[in-house]
């Protein structure tokens, strides 16, 4: 921070300050309040003219703008003189003078605190050190509900109720989803982590049929839910027809007590819920009557013709319904994500704490590792979190030395034939010194349909002289200490002659990783789905009082973009850099109110209402 800052470069620090120690609401009352402390009763007295209503018009809000940036550190230490001065000009309330004069004696108190200020002794941060510690003031996570429904015990099959022969009819189950090819399967493979959902789910509706209908545990089965008639080479065909028929009945009528088993006692109202569970259904129904059918569609099947109707009842259901969980208590602006959440962990990522104290080497590098996924989600449009749970990095090394890399520059190629696992994507940064993720068509949900991918990693660059690849390649290579005192990445050109390098920081390595993986939990492990996004959810939880996850990220940047008025070609472009659709963009990632989407139109409305006001 310069050692002289005007009143606007002051405002700016403390607007950081507020939004830090409180929650959101309560920060943008007290800027706001101490805009108007200075705006409307300080700036007069220092001879601006005062605004001449209520809310003050774009030139006034200028004129104040270009004052301030003229007022140094000294000339505000007279602020409260000017304040009165402007007082007894305006003659305002006795509740607005206590009102805004406080908020400029507390505005005057934390500048006072600080190095810059004229007789301030304090000494100066370090470079390496840290903004300070990390609000916590917002509990444990999990104590913000997002639901008033209470905790339930499970119904579900645990493990050890997991008969052998159901065990062996999962796994064959999972085979004929899952394999590339299986006789009489006319449909693609699933992934899976798919398949491995869905075969939980169907353990929920086991211990389900066991605990709620009394089914014995050794007479559990695939077949309990659907079961499987002969149809193709039967003699008595009409026979078979009546008996699939009665299974089509069979599994209507036990759906439906389930699904009012969810909503009645276990409160569970989300059509996606029911959704989640017809999908696995329809997959154990298709796996039961695959070598039985003549048509690809099952149209001989009666069962599947009923969980599809089914289904479409959910889909018509999703349009009207409103979601379960409190958005108030998830949701954050995508501005407010980047102040309240990405800059402070950013912030963080140094050697010693505020008061100069070392940290220890396991924690910067969880300040490392938590801030560049964050990046990674924020900095340019989120895409999945599993892409980033699954990212490896490439290791391979080159024969010869490419030419256009230079002697002191770094070069981390692609994987390329077989030593690249298809499945998932690598990280790998290019001679010119770009970071890219290479995804396959094998590597992300929506791979067959938009193929394979190479999405550049944005290099941000902070007011601080820093780029997010110095924090990248921290991460990944670790770093050292510049003679001046500040961390350097590994990953970074130096001069061996004449630049002294002494003792070296790990990053990624400091948590002994195992095997490729970008992103590792402490102890080296890989994060499975729900570690890496409470992993996520903590962090912002933490700074902000939100419960906000990966994929809401991916509402917000929708909704931003959406609400802003984005053309169709940006729109286009940000649905593909999420990989997907413009289409289900707008469709499933749009959470404006009525309100907002009701704006646009209706101002162009007024518009054409004042144009109508000049025309001949």
Not at 179 to 189: I, K, M, N, Q, Y
Not at 329 to 344: A, D, N, R, S
Not at 423 to 447: A, H, V
Not at 523 to 534: I, Q, Y
Request: overall charge positive; some cysteine.
């Amino acid at each position: 921070m310069q050692k002289n800052p005007s009143l606007a470069d002051m405002q700016q620090l403390y607007a950081a300050h507020i939004q830090s120690q409180h929650p959101h609401k309560k920060a943008q009352e007290i800027l706001a309040q101490t805009e108007t402390a200075i705006n409307r009763y300080t700036l007069p007295g220092w001879g601006l003219e005062p605004p001449k209503s209520r809310k003050p018009t774009r030139a006034e809000i200028e004129a104040a703008t270009t004052l301030k940036q003229g007022i140094n550190v000294e000339q505000f230490t007279t602020a409260l003189a000017a304040q009165e001065q402007a007082f007894e000009r305006l003659q305002p309330s006795v509740s607005s003078k206590q009102v805004y004069r406080s908020r400029l004696k507390e505005f005057l108190s934390w500048c006072s605190q600080q190095g810059w200020w004229p007789g301030n002794t304090l000494p100066e941060k370090p470079v390496d050190c840290c903004g300070g510690r990390r609000r916590r003031g917002y509990g444990i996570m999990a104590k913000t509900l997002l639901t008033s429904r209470s905790a339930l015990s499970p119904y579900g099959l645990r493990a050890e109720q997991v008969s052998e022969k159901l065990k062996a009819e999962t796994e064959l189950f999972y085979k004929f989803r899952t394999s590339a090819h299986w006789p009489g399967r006319l449909e693609d493979p699933v992934k899976t982590k798919a398949c491995r959902n869905q075969i939980g789910l169907l353990f929920h509706l086991l211990g389900w049929f066991h605990h709620y209908r009394g089914v014995p545990l050794e007479e559990l089965s695939l077949s309990t839910l659907v079961p499987p008639v002969e149809l193709k080479y039967v003699a008595a065909k009409e026979a078979a027809a009546a008996m699939v028929a009665k299974v089509g009945d069979y599994v209507d009528r036990w759906v439906c007590e389930f699904s009012n088993f969810l909503i009645e006692e276990r409160g569970a109202t989300s059509p996606h819920t029911r959704k989640n569970y017809l999908c696995a259904l329809l997959a154990v129904a298709k796996f039961q009557y695959h070598t039985e059918i003549s048509s690809s569609d099952y149209r001989e099947v009666p069962a599947v013709e009923v969980l599809r109707r089914r289904l479409s009842l959910g889909t018509k259901e999703l349009k009207n319904h409103a979601p379960v969980a409190d958005l108030d208590k998830k949701w954050l602006e995508l501005t407010e994500v980047w102040k309240l959440i990405v800059e402070p962990l950013r912030l963080e990522c140094q050697p010693k704490l505020a008061c100069g104290t070392a940290r220890s080497l396991k924690a910067s590098a969880y300040s490392f590792q938590r801030y560049v996924l964050w990046g990674c989600l924020t900095y340019t449009p989120p895409r999945r979190q599993q892409e980033l749970r699954e990212l490896k990095m490439a290791l391979e090394c080159p024969v010869k030395r490419p030419v256009e890399v230079p002697a002191d520059g770094l070069y981390q190629p692609l994987p390329t034939g077989r030593n690249r696992d298809r499945n998932c994507g690598y990280l790998y940064r290019t001679p010119e010194g770009r970071w890219i993720k290479d995804m396959t068509p094998e590597s992300y949900k929506t791979g067959k349909t938009y193929g394979h991918q190479t999405l550049e990693i944005p290099n941000v660059q902070f007011p601080d002289g820093r780029w997010f690849y110095d924090y990248l390649e921290t991460w990944l290579y670790g770093y050292y200490k510049t003679p001046e005192g500040s961390w350097r990445s590994c990953g970074a050109a130096f001069k061996p002659g004449s630049q002294e390098v002494g003792r070296l920081w790990p990053g990624r390595l400091q948590f002994d990783p195992v095997g490729e993986l970008v992103f590792v939990r402490h102890n080296g492990t890989p994060f499975c789905e729900d570690s890496m996004a409470s992993y996520i959810s903590t962090a912002a939880h933490g700074l902000t009082g939100q419960r906000l996850t990966p994929h809401l990220l991916r509402d917000i940047f929708a909704t931003h973009f959406l609400d802003q008025g984005a053309s169709d070609s940006q729109i286009a472009s940000l649905a593909y850099a999420m990989g997907h659709s413009s289409q289900v963009l707008r469709t499933n990632y749009d959470r404006r109110c009525p309100a907002q989407k009701h704006r646009p139109i209706q101002s162009a409305v007024l518009d054409l209402v004042q144009q109508s006001f000049h025309q001949d």
